[in-house]
T-cell receptor, first 115, second 108 residues
Framework: ETGVTQSPTHLIKTRGQQVTLRCSSQSGHNTVSWYQQALGQGPQFIFQYYREEENGRGNFPPRFSGLQFPNYSSELNVNALELDDSALYLC??????????????FGSGTQLSVL | EDQVTQSPEALRLQEGESSSLNCSYTVSGLRGLFWYRQDPGKGPEFLFTLYSAGEEKEKERLKATLTKKESFLHITAPKPEDSATYLCPEGGQGNLIFGKGTKLSVKP
């Protein structure tokens, strides 16, 4: 069984640029959630995709956007990068069984540095 | 505003020295209280889900308990491999509210 994989593992960008992060969900999972984890902080929910539709969003501006593809892989796009966007970006998938307490399976993340 | 607060921020233990981590939550309606461990440079790894006050779950040296306002992660006779940051998010269906976590270091 293949776990959640994210690419790239590390990325350096300049303020004002745009970035795309990628995530392949675990086999059989149709729901993907994205989180931002700043240094020394807990992860913060960005948004979730279920069957290619956005299914919930946290307190992040519209320059954070996403996509989910028919194979349930996902992308996170961030436009007009700011220094504060420097963080570990985590992708998590789940099988969407309908259980409220459904556990998430996290990838190892993409470390984004904005200079 | 829903919130999760963990204490202490950091905890250093000697191998075999048992202790507990605290997680206080303020939410309008508990959906689920989770425990995850996170190793440096990795994503969080699921440990437990608790749903209602009085519930307890165990896994090896770890035991999680839940009251109406708090959850505790009890670590019995920890080993160096238990060193990690422990997170206790509240939430459900993919939308989790995290605190800052407790960084546990276990020295041999």
């Amino acid at each position: 069984e293949t776990g959640v994989t994210q690419s790239p593992t590390h990325l350096i960008k300049t303020r004002g640029q745009q970035v795309t992060l990628r995530c392949s969900s675990q086999s059989g999972h149709n729901t993907v959630s994205w989180y931002q984890q700043a240094l020394g902080q807990g992860p913060q929910f960005i948004f979730q995709y279920y069957r290619e539709e956005e299914n919930g969003r946290g307190n992040f501006p519209p320059r954070f956007s996403g996509l989910q593809f028919p194979n349930y892989s996902s992308e996170l796009n961030v436009n007009a990068l700011e220094l504060d966007d420097s963080a570990l970006y985590l992708c998590a998938s789940s099988p969407s069984t309908g259980l409220v307490g459904e556990k998430l399976f996290f990838g190892s993340g993409t470390q984004l540095s904005v200079l | 505003e829903d919130q999760v607060t963990q204490s202490p921020e950091a905890l250093r233990l000697q191998e075999g020295e048992s202790s507990s981590l605290n997680c206080s939550y303020t939410v309008s309606g508990l959906r689920g209280l989770f425990w995850y461990r996170q190793d440096p440079g990795k994503g969080p790894e699921f440990l437990f889900t608790l749903y209602s006050a009085g519930e307890e779950k165990e896994k090896e040296r770890l035991k999680a308990t839940l009251t109406k306002k708090e959850s505790f992660l009890h670590i019995t006779a920890p080993k160096p491999e238990d060193s990690a940051t422990y997170l206790c998010p509240e939430g459900g269906q993919g939308n989790l509210i995290f605190g800052k976590g407790t960084k546990l270091s276990v020295k041999p």
